[in-house]
C-alpha cells in the first residue's frame, strides 16, 4: 500500500516520495544488477537508467503489481541490454577485463563486498547469464516462474529448467570451491 501511495505522490511531483522509493528499492536492485554483470560501477549505471526511465514515464506509469518485482524486471531487462552491448563492444574492441571490485566505501558496495557475497558473486558468474537471471530474480526478487516466464518471453518450463539446471551448476561448483 505504501508503494501505491509513493507513485500517487511521485505522479503528483514529490521529490521526498521518490528519494524514499530509491532509497527503499537501490539495495536490492544494486545487488541484482552486480549479480547479473558482476561489475559495480556498471550495476550502479543500470540502476541509475532504471530510476531515469522511471521518473521519465511517472506520468503514464499505472502500479498492477509490486514496484519492487517492476523494478528488478526493469533491472534485469536493463543488465540484459548492458551484457549485449558489451559482448558486442568487446569482440570489436577486445581490452583488458574490468573488475568487479568496487572503487569506493559506500554502504552498498560495503555490503555488497562482504566475503561470503564475493564469494557466492564468483560462483554465479560462472552460471549462463541466462540461468543466473532467472536464479536471481526467483531467490532475490521472489518472483515466480510465471512472471519470470513472461518478462523474459519464454515459457515457465524454460524458466523452471534454466533455475534448476543452474541451482544444480552453482552446487557444483561451490561444492568444488569448499573441497579446495
Not at 560501477?41 to 531515469?52: K, L, T
Amino acid at each position: 500500500m505504501e508503494d501505491k501511495l509513493l507513485v500517487f505522490r511521485c505522479k503528483r511531483g514529490s521529490k521526498e516520495a521518490l528519494t524514499r522509493i530509491y532509497e527503499k528499492y537501490k539495495r536490492d536492485l544494486l545487488l541484482l544488477a552486480v549479480a547479473l554483470l558482476n561489475d559495480v560501477s556498471i550495476a550502479e549505471d543500470v540502476v541509475h537508467d532504471v530510476f531515469v526511465r522511471f521518473v521519465e514515464d511517472i506520468k503514464d506509469f499505472r502500479l498492477t503489481g509490486s514496484l519492487k518485482g517492476y523494478l528488478l524486471t526493469c533491472t534485469a531487462n536493463c543488465a540484459r541490454n548492458k551484457n549485449r552491448a558489451v559482448s558486442i563492444s568487446a569482440s570489436v574492441n577486445p581490452g583488458p577485463e574490468e573488475s568487479a571490485a568496487p572503487t569506493s566505501d559506500s554502504p552498498d558496495e560495503t555490503v555488497i563486498c562482504n566475503e561470503q557475497l564475493q564469494f557466492l558473486s564468483a560462483a554465479m558468474i560462472q552460471l549462463p547469464y541466462e540461468q543466473r537471471e532467472v536464479i536471481m530474480l526467483h531467490l532475490h526478487a521472489a518472483m515466480t516462474f510465471d512472471t519470470i516466464a513472461k518478462s523474459q518471453e519464454i515459457s515457465v518450463n524454460t524458466a523452471k529448467s534454466r533455475y534448476r539446471y543452474g541451482l544444480d551448476k552453482l552446487k557444483l561448483i561451490l561444492n568444488h570451491e569448499i573441497e579446495k
